[in-house]
């Protein structure tokens, strides 16, 4: 149901759009565009996993928050395969920085334990 969701939304999107760029003025449009990123969803889970709809939520949030940063989806044909690839190996990298971060946190809090 969530990606049905997501398509239908889609699909709303990109039809707003071939009617902006053939009638609509943008004042018009960006009101428009408001009310419809106002609009919240409905995740329907199949299974009773809080953890799993945490990050579809979360997906939805960051796809909204690119659209509006971007002016496009994922979807996107201005970046080759090869730099997909590159954004993605950058993205894990970042992780790992944040997970290596993080885990020095832990072990500092476990010496803390430890000594008390």
């Known amino acids: 149901m969530g990606v049905l969701y997501c398509r239908i939304y889609y699909?709303?999107?990109?039809?707003?759009?071939?009617?902006?760029?053939?009638v609509m003025d943008y004042?018009?449009?960006?009101?428009?565009?408001d009310e419809a990123d106002n609009i919240k969803p409905?995740?329907?889970?199949?299974?009773?996993?809080?953890?799993?709809?945490?990050?579809?939520?979360?997906?939805h949030t960051r796809s909204k928050e690119g659209i509006k940063k971007y002016g496009c989806?994922?979807?996107r044909e201005d970046v080759t395969t090869l730099e997909w690839i590159d954004h993605a190996i950058e993205e894990q990298l970042d992780a790992a920085i944040y997970l290596e971060r993080?885990?020095?946190?832990?072990?500092?809090?476990?010496?803390?334990?430890l000594e008390e």
């Open 11 to 22: 699909n709303l999107r990109i039809w707003l759009k071939h009617i902006r760029d053939l």
């Open 27 to 33: 004042n018009k449009w960006r009101e428009l565009m």
């Open 42 to 59: 409905t995740v329907v889970m199949l299974e009773d996993d809080p953890i799993v709809a945490t990050v579809m939520n979360r997906m």
């Open 73 to 75: 989806t994922m979807e």
């Open 102 to 113: 993080l885990k020095a946190d832990v072990k500092s809090w476990q010496e803390a334990l």
